[in-house]
């Protein structure tokens, strides 16, 4: 079954610009209402559908649906708060499965279909409200409330000035980024999904949390080391990285030697640099369902990769798609994955036992 579901994924996977096209002719003639958006709502569709066909590719080639749902229930919150048409979404499955009836083989069609109906049921069942993610259960809620308030109106040198107040007052390093950076950016997500914020806003915060998280650099790095090192990024296309940097600063706080190397990292450069550092972990996280096949193209090198030095280098992945599938790790040939950064701790020590 795992080989007919990879053959599917790869052949819908080669043909992703046919089957857009193809979706898209199909939605305007079953829908005609998005005739008046006009081109650029055209190339919006486009852009839609290969997006589609892309999630849908890396749900069937590791064979979990729950991949495909998490994805089509997010579509359903953002088609439903940017207004477009009542049953867009909808619809939009039902070309997918008419374009891939259209331009695939038998076996690729039913393997896809399955997946596609069972969105279409569950589609009836999603809501369209997400909770806020800084709650009173959070043990710092004023502190993220004004946080966040401070960005959202430009005001970063104030909400600068909010973190380095609390750790003057004794605030952990760590709450800071658990209760206040990791939820905010939670926080933050929610109002993009929900079109209460721009992509322009979320970046700027996601830039002004990074350069605030520099500022308590000299608190970090301060630990004593314990003769372990990680290399932690992003695989290459992969853009968010505030997840995979703050799993790095919980390990040089635990007094691990950490070579953050950002996002979109090269799998050629990744190898170098552990092969150069004698690493003992690599962590690597993706954000975007999409970019799971190069986590286990990346993996697959390290494994293959003839390195100076006598020693299997763990990899620990991370990121939204390993939250809805508890057994991803193990599709993608990982040692293990870490929900969070507190959780990516201690894995890692889990892993150096015996060393």
């Given at each position: 079954m795992e080989n007919l579901d990879k053959?599917?994924?790869?052949?819908?996977?080669?043909?992703?610009?046919?089957?857009?096209?193809?979706k898209v002719r199909k939605q305007y003639e079953m829908q005609p209402v998005w005739e008046k958006y006009g081109e650029r709502g055209r190339k919006h569709s486009m852009e839609?559908?290969?997006?589609?066909f892309s999630f849908l590719v890396q749900a069937i080639s590791l064979s979990s649906y729950s991949l495909f749902k998490e994805y089509i229930e997010w579509c359903h919150i953002l088609f439903e708060k940017?207004?477009?048409?009542e049953g867009a979404l909808e619809g939009s499955l039902i070309c997918m499965k008419e374009a891939l009836q259209e331009q695939?083989?038998?076996?690729?069609?039913?393997?896809?279909?399955?997946?596609?109906?069972?969105?279409?049921?569950?589609?009836?069942?999603?809501?369209?409200?997400?909770?806020?993610?800084?709650?009173n259960e959070n043990p710092l809620y004023e502190l993220a409330l004004k946080y966040k308030e401070a960005l959202l109106e430009g005001r970063r040198n104030q909400a600068t000035d909010y973190i380095k107040a609390a750790?003057?007052?004794g605030a952990k390093v760590k709450d800071i980024y658990r209760y206040v950076f990791e939820a905010v950016q939670h926080e933050i997500g929610r109002l993009w999904q929900t079109n209460k914020i721009s992509v322009a806003v979320e970046h700027y915060f996601t830039t002004s949390t990074q350069a605030i998280m520099a500022q308590l650099y000299p608190l970090i790095f301060q630990s004593e080391k314990r003769g372990f090192t990680i290399i932690s990024t992003s695989v290459e296309k992969e853009l968010h990285e505030m997840g995979i940097r703050m799993?790095?600063?919980?390990?040089?706080?635990?007094?691990?030697?950490?070579?953050?190397?950002?996002?979109?990292?090269?799998v050629r450069d990744i190898l170098g640099i552990i092969n150069q550092k004698h690493a003992d972990i690599l962590a690597v996280s993706t954000t975007m369902t999409f970019n799971l096949g190069k986590i286990g193209e990346l993996i697959n090198s390290v494994r293959n990769y003839t390195f100076d030095f006598d020693k299997d280098v763990k990899v620990l992945v991370g990121g939204r798609p390993f939250l809805r599938d508890e057994q991803l790790w193990e599709?993608?040939?990982a040692d293990g994955y870490a929900r969070n950064a507190d959780e990516a701790v201690l894995k890692a020590a889990e892993m150096m036992k015996g060393r």
């Open positions: 053959t599917a994924a790869k052949e819908i996977e080669n043909n992703v610009r046919t089957l857009a096209e193809a839609d559908a290969r997006f589609h940017i207004g477009l048409p695939c083989s038998p076996e690729a069609v039913e393997i896809s279909s399955r997946y596609i109906d069972r969105a279409l049921d569950d589609l009836k069942q999603f809501g369209t409200e997400i909770e806020s993610f800084i709650t750790v003057d007052s799993v790095s600063d919980f390990l040089e706080m635990e007094g691990w030697d950490t070579y953050y190397l950002g996002a979109n990292m090269p599709k993608v040939g």
